[in-house]
């Protein structure tokens, strides 16, 4: 199995190379970004989606756009990167890894504020591939420390797309079903679809397929009578922003899912890297839900399936609160409840 033959984002000489997530699973095309424009509205539109990659692309995106400066001092260059940061900071609201990579890369700048531009322009640069390098390692990481609560021949129901497609490789909830199948582990996953703009359906379901993982995709209303009736040892989901009380936001249906698996004494875990902690945020309902466009409610891939000109409601995110959280697998361990405990140490402890 090569779980990282997938490459959703690269850097390019001239270009950032972005595997155009809205035609998977039907066409596989890269898109050539060439300038800020194209890079932020390629997040904006999903082609490249996940909380990570979208760290990742964004982390990209600044190097790349910084090179295009056409400052003539110092100043002007800073100038020119606080407007790149607003740009792609304005593309995806809920994922916090965003801000996070923005901040890193912004920060970097600073401390070497007095350098020339070019040298600048080479440390943004090595920073965002170090950014992705660092994303693969971190996965691979709560991949495996995520096994102490994966038994073999387990049955676990995921949702949303959270592997190599929504990373720069490996995956969060994805990446911990990777790393159980590398140790030898016979598991099988549910892919929930994720209404509406179907992730599972067509991007997890393409990645376990690519991978030969063993799965069956179900519509996200089936997940209920598949818990009831096939049962399930754990649902493992991803997150685009866990608050510093481990109230974490996912993809919408999450929610559901989480009350769902308490019912039915099925073990709830979030995948997520500890970048995607936001900890000035003390609770879920401080996270910034995206609204979409009610057309990706109203259509299906471009076929009409609901009465035009109707009322539509098309939040992208749901926050469960972290009663239903069993735990947060990261990179420095599964963390427990007491969450605003274990999350804190986990922000603030550099050994562990
Ligand atoms: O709108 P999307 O496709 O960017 O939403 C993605 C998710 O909700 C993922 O579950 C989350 O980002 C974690 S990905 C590793």
């Known amino acids: 199995m090569k779980a990282n033959s997938i490459q959703s984002i690269s850097w390019q000489e001239d270009h950032v190379r972005i595997l155009d997530q809205t035609k998977l699973p039907v066409q596989e095309v890269y898109l050539e970004c060439r300038d800020l424009e194209s890079i932020a509205a390629a997040i904006q539109r999903l082609s490249i989606r996940g909380a990570p990659a979208i760290g990742v692309a964004a982390a990209m995106g600044f190097a790349f756009a910084c090179r295009q400066s056409t400052a003539q001092n110092n100043d002007e260059f800073f100038r020119h990167l606080d407007q790149i940061y607003e740009r792609l900071l304005g593309t995806r609201?809920?994922?916090?890894?965003?801000?996070?990579?923005?901040?890193?890369?912004?920060?970097?700048?600073r401390q070497h504020s007095s350098a020339g531009i070019e040298v600048l322009q080479d440390i943004l640069k090595q920073e965002a591939l170090k950014i992705l390098n660092e994303d693969i390692e971190i996965n691979r990481r709560m991949g495996r420390l995520g096994q102490e609560v994966v038994p073999d021949q387990a049955t676990i129901i995921t949702i949303c797309n959270t592997?190599?497609?929504?990373?720069?490789?490996?995956?969060?909830a994805l990446g911990v079903i990777r790393s159980a199948v590398e140790q030898g582990k016979n598991v099988c996953v549910a892919a929930c679809e994720t209404r509406p703009l179907l992730q599972g359906a067509r991007l997890t379901a393409w990645e376990l397929k690519k991978d030969g993982i063993p799965f069956e995709?179900?519509?996200d209303g089936m997940a209920g009578h598949f818990m009831k009736t096939r049962g399930a040892d754990l649902v493992i989901a991803g997150s685009d922003r866990i608050a510093a009380n481990g109230d974490a936001a996912n993809k919408i249906g999450t929610y559901a899912l989480a009350i769902l698996a308490q019912e039915h004494g099925i073990p709830f875990y979030i995948a997520a890297p500890v970048s995607t902690i936001d900890g000035s945020t003390q609770s879920g309902d401080k996270i910034p839900i995206e609204e979409r466009s009610g057309e990706e409610v109203i259509s299906v891939r471009g076929t009409q399936i609901a009465p035009e000109s109707i009322k539509v409601w098309n939040p992208a995110f749901d926050v469960v609160p972290n009663k239903y959280i069993a735990g947060i697998m990261t990179e420095k361990g599964i963390l427990r409840p007491p969450f605003q405990e274990s999350i804190h140490k986990a922000l603030t402890d550099k050994n562990n």
């Open 93 to 109: 609201p809920t994922a916090v890894n965003l801000r996070w990579a923005l901040e890193r890369m912004l920060s970097l700048a």
């Open 163 to 172: 592997g190599s497609l929504a990373t720069a490789g490996h995956g969060t």
């Open 217 to 219: 995709l179900i519509t």
